[in-house]
Structure formats: C-alpha cells, structure tokens
C-alpha cells in the first residue's frame, strides 16, 4: 500500500483545500470530544455531508475523538458514536482507552489510536492491536529507527507527523492549561502555555525565555525513508491553521511524495529538497526542526515566541462564476494590488483590475471578513496570497 | 484499610519512612524514574536489594514512571529483573505497554499511574480488568471516585507537587543544576518548579496538592492508598506531611501544619480538583451541534451572507445569536445565492446573500426556532 497523506481539515473550506491539494485522506473534528475545541468544527449535518462528498472523491475521511473523557463526556459521546456509526468515516481517532472500548463495542468503525496516547515502542502498539486498534499514531518522540523496529515488530498501520506545530511535553502529557487557565488541555482547551516566555532562576543564574517553544516540524527530508519502511500514513498538523497552510504544507508533501515515488528508491536530490524546504518556509512558521526523526527531540526556539512568514494569507475561492471567483477575504484587498493565486499546478500571478461585493456591485476594497468577487476564474479551494 | 504510602530516593529517606511507620514505600531509581529528584544512584540491582532488606515485612514498590522507549528498554528490562531477584511483589508503571512485559516475567502485582487517562468512571473500570491498582489522574474529584466499585483498589495522591507537564526535551540548557524555579510572565505570582533528568524535563505546578482540609470526605471514600508524594521535598516536609495524614488527631491543628508545609515547601497547599473540577464546564458553545448557519458577513444596511451548516429551506423560522449571547431575529426570505439566483432550500456549505437584518453581525449561529 502507497503511503497516505493526511491533511487537517478544521472546516469545509480546509477540508476542500486538503482534498484540492492533493490529501488522500483528511481528519475532522464534530462538536463532540475532539482535542481543537476552539476550531470551527463540523456539525453533525456537516459530518455527514463531509464523509459523503470525501467519499465521493475517492479519498478518506477520519474523525477525531481523541481527549480524555470525563464523565460527562461519555454521556455525550453515546448518541454521538451511533450518529458516526451511521455515517461511517473511514475510522475514529481516541487516545483514551474507555473511549475506544465504547467505539469497538457500540461501532464499526476501524479505530485509530491518537498521538496524544504517547504510544512509542512495539509493545505499546502491540497492546492496542491486540484491543483492536487499525492504525497507531506514534508518539512524536519516536525516531525513524524506532518506526522501522516496530513496523517489523508489528505488523500493522503506522502513522507519524510529517509536518506542524509540536508540543513541548508528551501529546497528551500535559495539565497545564487545566490549572493555570481553568481548560482541559486534554479535552480542547489547551491555551499553548508552552509558547510563553518564563522567567527563570537557578543558583544564581536567571534567564528568561521561551523555554518550551518548540520549533515547527518539517520531514520533507524523512519521507523517502519513510515510505521505504512501508508506513501507512504521513500527517500534515493544524485544523486551527489557515487554508494557506493547508493548501501549501498538503500540495509540497503531495509533490515530494509523488516524486519519491517515481523515483523508485533512488536518491532525491537535495537542490529539490531544498526547494521544498523553502517553499514549507513561506507559510506561518515558528521555524523548524525535523523532531524526534533523527534523534531524541530537541528543537527549541527560545528566542522568539513569534511565527514568521513569507506573505500574509488574503483568502480562499469559494465559488466561480463566468470570468469572477468569490473570495471570503482575510486582509483588505484594493484595485491596483497584486496578489498571487496558490493552485494545485502552482503559483499565478493575479494583477486586481476591480473588485465587486457579494451583490456584483463595484467597491474599492474588500475588507477583512467580507465576501466579494475578484477578477479571474479560479478553483474552488485555490488560495490567495500576497 | 487505608495505607499510607511514600518514595523513597535514598537510604536516608527510606530510614526516616520505616521512623514513622510508612509500611508502603515505592522505590524510585533515576533510570526508570524521570523525577527521583536523585541524579546519582546506586546500581538498581543494589538500590532494590538494600531497600527490601531494610525491612522484607514493607510492601515495596519499584516505580518505573518513564514512558518505554527503545533506547531506555534496556533500563526497564533492568529494573524489572532487579525487583524480581530481590523479591519486590509491586511495579508501579506509567506506561500501559509494561503491562504485558511484566505480567510474562512475574505474577508481582501492578499499580498503573499514568498522570493522565483515568479521568472517567469507565476508564478507572477499564484498567480495574488489566493492572491490580490505579493511582487516579490529579484532576479526578472526589465525586467520580465516589462512583467507582472498587476503591480499595485506587491510589488519591493526598499530599505533593503536582505535575504539570512532562516533556522528552531538554528545556533547562544553561542552568548548571538540575533543579529550577521561574515562572511564566502572563502569571508572574505562581512559583514552578522545573526538574531535569536524563530524561527530560518536567514541569510542576505552583502549589502542593493538600488534602488535609478534606479527610472527611477522603475517608469517606475508602480508597485504598493515600500517597504522600514528597519527592524533591525536604525530610521535614514529609514528617509534616506524614503528621497530617498519618495522625491527623495527634499532629497538631491542621491549619498549623498546612501553614507549616507552606513555609517548607515556599508554594501554597491547596486541594486542587479534588473538590470539584472546573475544566468541566469549559464545554462546547450551546447549542452550536443544532445550527443551521453562521452569518459571515454583515454590511450595515446592504446584506448579511450566511453559510449554511446544515440542509434547510428559507421559510424555516431561525434566530441568531450573536457572539455577545443576544438573540436577534433573523428572516432566510429573500435570500439569494452568490450568483443572484432565489435560494428556497440549502445544503451544507451553500452560501446564501440576505437582506440586511440589523444586529445579525458576523460569526452569529443561526439556529432553528
């Protein structure tokens, strides 16, 4: 089996990017028990829809069910396990052990075990095969070489994070949200305390600094590796990240893999490597580090608890019409600016000649939040840049 | 009957537990423990034979708390055989991948602490079918253990710092000791406390938990083991500690003794989620599963576009609330599509241009009367 690419999909309009760009396959949450309890989230109408229109495209749809339930949760989760059963994504991602009891006895939907279960060695993955689990997400602290000793180990679906934001502890090994900020980090409401800057003070010495901030992760230089080793499926994080990420992060990977694939083992060249690695560079980043790939993970940017970034985000096309796309726009947009269209063939230059509100009227500028028409017709999905 | 149980790290402290009668002691070792607060050890073989012949009639408890890796399985397979030659009849396992390594090399009895995953009555259930005793999350109230059958059976840590964050990396570089205070600057008040072993860093919270104000309801609970938790604290901590808990009667007044701690351990002692947990209500906005919308634009006086979150029809009866919780009436009559075409049904992500409706601004639900 071909490796997959896994893209997040935080809403319709990433889901359309992910698939767009070249996802084989993308990940949801509902408004129940995932961990992006601030991300926009499907309803279950959504869902259903989704799971229905990514099926349509031949790709396949995962639906994350990964914090730690308390009580409460279970309550809710019941109803929401027999909607899921009826609708059938592809497979349900849980970390919590009592959850995936419920999927396996109320369900049949394959289950994927979540990162954020920490599972980083073959007798982890062996034991949740054993309790039924499809596929395993390994624990981002995980080497490449570990991948290889529990793939052979283990005969089953492998999954790792090729590229995103990181935690600095364990996924799924951190409370501090939970009492610093009175939100479950387990159960959505992480406030990322890790990108603070901390004050600290030890025998004398004091520094202050963003301790934790752990760098980006780009595995661009990882896959061929990878895909060698026979792993089932390469991740794309962020269903809080903007279409813009989406569309880039899912059409770089698509290509890399494309190429490696067509390369049949031989070695890709790092001048094409390099161009990868740029182009991953121009969306919103706090820089990168290839994880825990190599070695034990390190990969701190203790510096600048900022993210930087090539361009800014302007919007997505949502729909086309004679020579006019409608874009729902991010940043304020004028007649006269050049903005560039991110396509799945690649970059085009867009020169703004005029701009239209949703009623077709002409206006001066679209500002953030507002619909409207620019020139041009583009894909459904297709990204503006500037 | 609850038993009162503790770390040990050195001689020292295992002397000064079997002082005050501690009967239970979990031997930390810093190859397979990630917060001993100890960063030279004797070998585990010796640490393990030397604590059980301190006294064999002690339940001991060898603690592998570090998550299993393939470059620290050496470690652990070294740690289980240790205790296995020198009698030891408990683990104490974070990782749920031990579990079956330890069941294939003895019939010693196994506690799981995983600091997360036991949060729910069904997930306490579930591990009661796989390990002999649990040690609860630190955010399970007393409300759900309540509801647990078989209490005897959990550990409540009842006095110590709390961990907050557990990570792989190495986040101290350039401090020359192990050990480090600070604090994040959006909460400059709260005092935490870093550690740094071979295995990472872990992060611990701004207070102790304390349940010293809550022995009632603690005992009521009947759980089986009480855990005073005095790693990286002074020797005087613990028998302030082990005063509370052990003796509640003849330690002394407890505010006197939670004051005391205080003082000893420089944070303040609080019961934590013991009483209840907030976390609990920081839940999905109402009623969002049900829309039938969102609005995502308004233009005072011109429109309002909404995007479709569900199938529905125009002549439905909705409201809108807004992102201020008001409720605003709202009309799908006259709605149009992005092209100008009349819009009398919609699905999921269909795109319908309205009238202006005053107070229906951006990001409100839209929601079926």
Redesign the interface.
Known sequence: MPTELLAPAGN?EKMQVACRFGADAVYVGG??FGLR?YADNF????LA??VSWVHGLGKKIYVVLNG???????RDLQPHLAFLNQIQPDAVIV????VA??VLTRTTIPLHVSTQA????W??V??WVDRGAKRVIL?R??SL??CQ?IQDRVPTELEVFIHGAMC???S?????S???A???A??G?CVQ??R????????G?Q??RY??N?KDLMAVQWLQAGMAMGLASFKIEGRMKSAWYVANATKVYREAMDTIDAAQGAPIDSEQLGRWETQLQQVSNRTFSGG?FAT???G?N?VDGGYQSAGSFVGTV??C?DDRS?I?CRVPVSPGDTLSVLTPNGVVPLHVTSLW????RPVTQLGP???GWVPGRWGVGDVLIR | MTILTSFTHSHERTQHLLSRSVRRIIMDHPSVGYRTFCDTAIPIDDWYAQCVAHDPSVTWVASIDVLLHSRNEAAIGAAISAAIRSGVRWFRIQDVALIDWIRSETDAAIMLAPEVGNHSGAAIDYWMAHVDAQSLSNDVPGSVIQRVTDRHRLEVMVQGPILLQWSQRQYLNGFDQPDVSGYDTEYPGRRLRFWRSAHGTAMLAYFHRCLARDLDALAALNVGYWLVDARGCSDRYLSLALDCYQAPDQGGDVRDLMLALESESGVPQRPGFFRGNGTDQDREVPNSGAMLGVIKEYRAGSHVVMQARANGHTQQAVMAITPTHQVKPLSLGGAVSLTGEPVTTFGCGDWLVLPFQKGVVAKSMVLPL
Not at chain 1, 68 to 74: E, I, R, V
Not at chain 1, 172 to 176: D, P, R, S
Not at chain 1, 196 to 203: C, F, N, T
């Open positions: 319709r408004k129940v309890k309803t279950d109408p959504e829809d989704a730690f339930a308390h009580d409460d949760d279970l970390s919590d052990w009592a009891d419920q920490s599972v980083c060695h007798r982890g062996q034991r624990g602290e995980v070489a570990d000793d600095a502890s364990y799924g090994k951190c409370v501090i939970n009492y610093s009175g939100r479950d387990n159960r409401g305390s890790c603070h800057l901390y004050h600290l003070e030890s025998g010495q520094d202050t301790m934790m752990a825990g034990l993970q390190d701190l203790q949502i729909q019409h409608a729902d509100d949703v009623n077709h939040g507002a619909l």
